[in-house]
């Protein structure tokens, strides 16, 4: 057997979390303690990964999830951040955003030293670096379910308004069961789930409280 | 929301949750409600405490223990 196929062989397979299953749980050194994810439960979590501390897309990124921060707590849902630095470093990295940005970073961060949690939400990429995690965002719900997964290169600096609008239709569609419409802000409208039977098509397009363009594209006002 | 320093002192955040705690058994909920601090920093604070034997657990209510009334005197 060839070296190649003897590694393939061997190699791990490991599931990585997908859109609808449970969030791998950890229990991890933060800048704020020991936490576990199941401290979490109850509330949402936006649990995100960056390259590296003392970097400067990531900077930009931390002073913009801080940003976001009390937004995001309005929603019950808290902040999270991981690399694989230490504690040391992310709380000399976080004492520096506050004296060169003033900038208080008030969320976690984990310090991923031996990429437990990295390697089990797949926040690796190997082709890209083996030593830095990707920016990687998992939205986590109240049940611990992974309800999004956002994957950004080192190079690029994520959009936190589409964080902050992710959550808002994720919680929007749960509590209407309602899908929400590309570009889709707080108070546009939304849409209606496509009717299953031709009956239930034709009472939609009779309708007069939807907007129907055609029996499967109805939205209303909530 | 590390409990103790390295001279074994109560951290303030530590205090304000043996406070909170110091005259009824409450829930974590209860505890982040009346603190005004995040449910998983209370979470994580009062498992950390348990390990030091600073809180008293029964039905999911947090009391003080005696060990911990001493060092808040």
Excluded at chain 1, 131 to 148: M, W
Excluded at chain 2, 22 to 33: F, G, W
Aim: hydrophobic share 35%.
């Amino acid at each position: 057997m060839s070296d190649i196929r003897v590694k393939e062989r061997t190699e791990e397979i490991k599931t990585l979390p997908r859109i609808g299953s449970k969030a791998p749980q950890f229990e991890a050194v933060t800048t704020h303690g020991t936490l576990r994810l199941s401290d979490y439960e109850d509330g949402w979590l936006v649990l995100f990964s960056h390259p590296a501390d003392f970097t400067p897309v990531c900077t930009t990124e931390f002073m913009g999830f801080q940003n976001i921060y009390d937004d995001l707590r309005e929603l019950n849902t808290e902040l999270l951040g991981l690399s694989v630095d230490s504690v040391s470093s992310h709380i000399a990295w976080v004492r520096n955003i506050k004296e060169k940005f003033g900038v208080e970073i008030a969320f976690p961060i984990i310090a991923d030293l031996n990429k437990e949690v990295a390697e089990a939400y797949g926040m690796m990429m190997p082709e890209e670096s083996n030593t830095e995690t990707a920016r990687a965002v998992f939205v986590i719900d109240d049940k611990q379910v992974v309800r999004s997964i956002i994957y950004y290169p080192q190079s690029t600096g994520r959009n936190m308004q589409e964080i902050l609008r992710l959550v808002k239709a994720l919680q929007k569609s749960d509590e209407h069961h309602i899908a929400t419409p590309a570009n889709w802000e707080d108070g546009d409208e939304v849409i209606i789930p496509t009717p299953s039977t031709t009956e239930l098509a034709e009472e939609r397009m009779k309708d007069d409280s939807l907007e129907c363009t055609d029996w499967y594209l109805c939205k209303k006002k909530l | 929301m590390a409990c103790v320093n390295a001279q074994g002192e109560l951290s303030n955040s530590a205090k304000k949750l043996l406070h909170a705690i110091e005259s009824d058994a409450l829930t974590p909920q209860e505890i982040s409600k009346q603190m005004g601090a995040p449910l998983f920093k209370v979470r994580s604070s009062l498992r950390e405490m348990e390990d030091l034997e600073f809180v008293t657990v029964k039905d999911e209510r947090y009391k003080i223990s005696s060990k911990a009334k001493e060092l808040l005197d």
